[in-house]
């Protein structure tokens, strides 16, 4: 009986992990930044961090959380040893980061409630339309936005309000499975189009000439952002696992389903796109520009797939927005004894007053007015999350774990699951390769 309890746990917490980590990153975002920086050189720093630092990091984020089994502040209080310097019992402060990420999340969740509903009432029949449907709602329609980001921020909110653990997981058990067998039906069936090979020679075969500085930086801030690392997000789902789970295996899985699932969406996106004359630098739009046109074409049970594919994202996006705003809530809970509706209620509602400005900051007629460094509020918060914020966060988990902590309460949790050579790469990645190539990034990110 013991037994089947601790592996249900397991499977639960990957599935939970998984969860917070498959979302809009891997179908909205990867595939419009993608498209944006140029394809293949991208996605190959993409995947390199992801290997080289992000499964590292994402298993350290995991080791803080199983080890210290609270919120992030109180995880790197009690996880330093005694007479640590004053930052570090700071440190924590990052799920901070997890409010901003929310500011654009919240509005992206809302335009696919609205893509519900197109799927519903007619889907655009051509490339054109798609754009037209897309731009209409992305840069004139504020009210409506705002209304369905409201939807969004309650939505989450009465999720956190009622404990999260348990629907989320059923949920996930069946949500992830279905996503990949969507994507992977629509990626058998653009196989037959000559535009297939286009979309993987796009993805796949780097260009390093296309490869800009700034296309690097996003590229690892991506690969944070996608792993949920740093904010303390996978540290508050690790918080209440069992002593003997093996977090090695179960960083292993989150990462390569979340990769998976990131390059099918591309492949399958930018077929589509690519057979409907489409450009792949569209931004934000992309998801929404490409697939309604071959859900229409499909008919009848084109909408069924529109439906079920909308549906399916809005669900990740949601269970990945809980997991942005859950570290806040736990720290309000334990530390400030907020009541849990007090503690969901003020953090929702500062992100939701500065998403009603991200939206603005995009439509037409307001948008002059709501930009930084002559980017839109919506773009400019995007960028500093993946350039500044993202990496930040892991750098300080990499630092804390490699050098903060004692090394054997560290081999401690590892040794048995990895094996003697696995750990000390790992070791070495989080202590020396990350932080590194964190540094790198910022020393580039300032001559920019
Ligand atoms: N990884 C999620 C996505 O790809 C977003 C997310 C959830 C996240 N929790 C996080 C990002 C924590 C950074 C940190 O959509």
Known sequence: ?????????????????????????????????????????????????????????????????????????????????????????????????????????????????????????????????????????????????????????????????????????????????????????????????????????????????????????????????????GIGSIMAYAASLPKHTNIFQAGLWVAFLDTFIALLAGVVIFSFLFQFGGEPAKGPGLVFMSLPVIFSQLGGIGIVIALLFFLGLAFAGLTSAISLVEPTVMYLERRWSFSKGGAVFWSSLLYFAVGILVILSISDGFKESFTIGGKPLFDALEFAVDSFLMPLGGILIALFVGFAMKRDIVEGELLGHMGNTVFKIWYFSIRFIAPLAVLFLAYNALKM
């Open 1 to 229: 009986m013991q037994n089947h309890v601790a592996k249900f746990s397991r499977v639960g917490f990957i599935l939970s992990a998984a969860g917070a980590a498959v979302g809009l990153g891997n179908i909205w975002k990867f595939p419009y930044i993608t498209g944006v920086y140029g394809g293949g050189a991208f996605v190959m720093v993409y995947l390199v961090t992801i290997l080289l630092i992000g499964v590292s990091l994402l298993i350290a984020e995991m080791l803080m959380g199983k080890r210290g089994g609270a919120d992030a502040v109180s995880n790197f209080q009690t996880e330093a040893p005694k007479g640590s310097s004053w930052a570090w019992t700071k440190a924590g402060y990052l799920f901070v980061i997890g409010l901003i990420i929310m500011t654009f999340y919240s509005v992206v969740i809302g335009w696919i409630f609205y893509y519900l509903y197109v799927a519903v009432t007619g889907l655009p029949t051509s490339q054109k339309e798609a754009e037209d449907v897309f731009n209409a709602l992305y840069s004139n329609a504020p009210y409506l936005q705002m209304a369905l980001h409201t939807l969004s921020v309650v939505i989450v909110g009465v999720v956190l309000v009622r404990g999260v653990k348990n629907g989320i997981e059923k949920v996930n058990v069946v949500l992830i499975p279905m996503l990949i067998l969507i994507l992977l039906g629509l990626m058998f069936y653009s196989m037959g189009y000559d535009s297939f090979g286009k979309a993987l020679s796009f993805m796949f075969n780097p260009d390093f000439s296309k490869l800009s500085g700034e296309a690097i930086i996003r590229a690892v801030g991506h690969s944070f952002f996608t792993l949920s690392i």
